[in-house]
């Protein structure tokens, strides 16, 4: 679907609608079938909508569905898709597939909220065995040692090195670092106009272009990090990460004595002797922008999770509203890039500028 002028040569089907509800409210949209064209690979025939913008308030959100026209992209086509290949090479808007969980880079494990060292970040592409091998017909693929790499735009990943719109397995919306999808590197190979490719665990491939993939952990000699995963961090006793010594919340600053390394992963020594994960998902060299307070200017209501699923109490126009914290919507939804809430007591709250004003 297209806005603006663009619409008046398409199908009627295919041109931009809007549909409306009241708080509360789920939908389900089954988007519509249109002679010539077809919903793009791994494109849902139907999608799920939740209206969650407070009474007298209005919230919008797009659903981008992708066709193809029939005519232009065949199956098994070998042709590289211009738009992916060299303008876009990570790929763009649209639904893609279920993804998977890998497995963490420790064996230690926690409960609740202590997220072991923030080394247990989702790993997208982590089903089969390992395709190297024979992933590319047209080009060589180098194995190399496993290392991770996390998404900074929108990408796809792709069954096959030379990108086309047949061979999309699945979308990655950009997200912010502490969601943004994992993927595990097994082998570098090109695509058949000499693009470089990633090749993942499980097969497929992904753009290798630094815009868009970078590594997972910081590597630099960093004297000062801040804690920013929602969750926050442990300590440790040593690189392992297996020895919880205590926690850091969200928004700690912690000194750093030393940088270790521990196969591709990054830890740091902290002035205490302890050891903290390097994972870009968990912590930063740069300080974040914290909120203490904000104030209601409108009625503000506090869910009991960050999707805003239940309400569990409202403020008042007027009303100082102390924050503890921040995430994003949407987390393990792969296609959804998420929106920004604050954490207060007994849940969460709009980080939208019309509804909350920061106040300190």
């Known amino acids: 679907m297209v806005d603006g002028k663009e619409q008046e040569n398409l199908p009627k089907e295919l041109q931009a609608t809007t549909v409306e509800g009241y708080y509360g409210q789920k939908k389900v949209i089954t988007h519509p079938k249109v002679e010539g064209f077809s919903l793009e690979k791994g494109q849902p025939r139907k999608s799920k909508i939740k209206f969650e913008a407070d009474p007298g308030n209005q919230e919008e959100e797009k659903i981008i569905v992708r ?16 738009s ?37 970040s989702n790993n997208t592409g982590n089903n089969a065995g390992n395709n190297t091998g024979n992933s590319n017909a047209n080009n060589t693929t180098t194995s190399v040692s496993p290392f991770k790499v996390y998404g900074k735009k929108k990408l796809y990943r792709y069954s096959h090195a030379t990108f086309t719109n047949n061979r999309r397995v699945q979308t990655h919306a950009k997200k912010v670092k502490a969601h943004a999808p994992v993927f595990t590197v097994v082998g570098k190979t090109t695509s058949k106009t000499g693009a470089a490719r990633y090749v993942l665990n499980d097969g497929t491939h992904i753009t290798a272009k630094a815009d868009y993939v970078g590594k997972l952990y910081w590597a630099s000699d960093y004297r000062k990090l801040y804690v920013t995963h929602p969750k926050g961090i442990n300590t440790y006793k040593s690189t392992t990460l297996n020895q919880k010594v205590k926690s850091l919340k969200q928004g700690t600053a912690v000194t750093v004595k030393a940088v270790a390394k521990k196969g591709q992963m990054t830890r740091y020594r902290l002035a205490d002797g302890t050891y903290i994960t390097g994972n870009k998902q968990y912590v930063s060299p740069t300080k974040p922008k914290t909120v203490k307070q904000v104030k209601a200017k409108t009625r503000v209501r506090v869910y009991q999770d960050v999707n805003l699923n239940k309400v569990v109490k409202t403020y008042q126009p007027g009303k100082v509203i102390k924050v503890n914290g921040w995430n994003h919507s949407r987390g393990d939804v792969h296609h959804v890039s998420g929106v920004k809430r604050y954490k207060v007591a007994g849940g969460y709250i709009t980080a939208n500028s019309k509804y909350v004003k920061v106040v300190k």
């Open 67 to 82: 066709y193809v026209e029939d005519s232009v992209v065949n199956p098994g086509d070998d042709s590289d898709d211009e």
């Open 84 to 120: 992916s290949e060299t303008e876009n090479p990570g790929g763009g808007a649209g639904d893609g597939g279920g993804s998977t969980t890998g497995s963490n880079d420790n064996s230690g494990s926690d409960n609740g909220n202590d997220v072991n060292a923030g080394d247990n």
